[in-house]
């Protein structure tokens, strides 16, 4: 089989966008961190997340926020790193 121009300029599209994906910023670098107040100093476990920011709590989430759980996939704490 031997190898045409369309080949290699696939190729080269395909490298293009790879290395344009893996340049993206990580998502954890652009969400807002989790503040560093008295109510998540210390340990405070994902699951407790939504005893404040449930919808009626104390500090319910947005409509547009995603609903997914896994707070800390998104959100860096300050402290912790
Ligand atoms: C005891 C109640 C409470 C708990 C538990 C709690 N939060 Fe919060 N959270 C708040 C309040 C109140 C605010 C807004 C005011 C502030 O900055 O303290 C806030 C603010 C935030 C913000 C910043 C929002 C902004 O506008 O920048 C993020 C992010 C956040 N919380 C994530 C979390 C995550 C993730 C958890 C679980 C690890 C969590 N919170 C647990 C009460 C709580
Ligand atoms: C898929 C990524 C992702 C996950 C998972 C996630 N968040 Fe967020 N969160 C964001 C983004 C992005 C913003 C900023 C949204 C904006 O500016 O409207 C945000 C904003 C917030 C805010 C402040 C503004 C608002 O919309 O109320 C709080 C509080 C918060 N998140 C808490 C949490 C908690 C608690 C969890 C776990 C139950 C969680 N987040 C899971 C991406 C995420």
Redo the contacts with the bound molecule.
């Keep these: 089989m031997t190898i045409r121009r369309a080949d290699w300029l696939f190729l080269l599209a395909v490298g293009l966008v790879v290395a344009f994906v893996s340049l993206l910023p990580s998502p954890r670098e652009q969400n807002?961190?989790?503040?560093g107040?008295p109510?998540?100093r210390g340990r405070?476990?994902?699951k407790?997340?939504l005893?404040?920011?449930d919808v009626g709590q104390?500090?319910p989430l947005s409509d547009r926020h995603p609903k997914r759980r896994d707070?800390?996939r998104c959100?860096r704490q300050e402290d912790r790193g």
């Design positions: 807002p961190p989790i503040p107040t109510a998540h405070v476990a994902e407790d997340c005893r404040c920011h104390a500090r707070c800390f959100h």
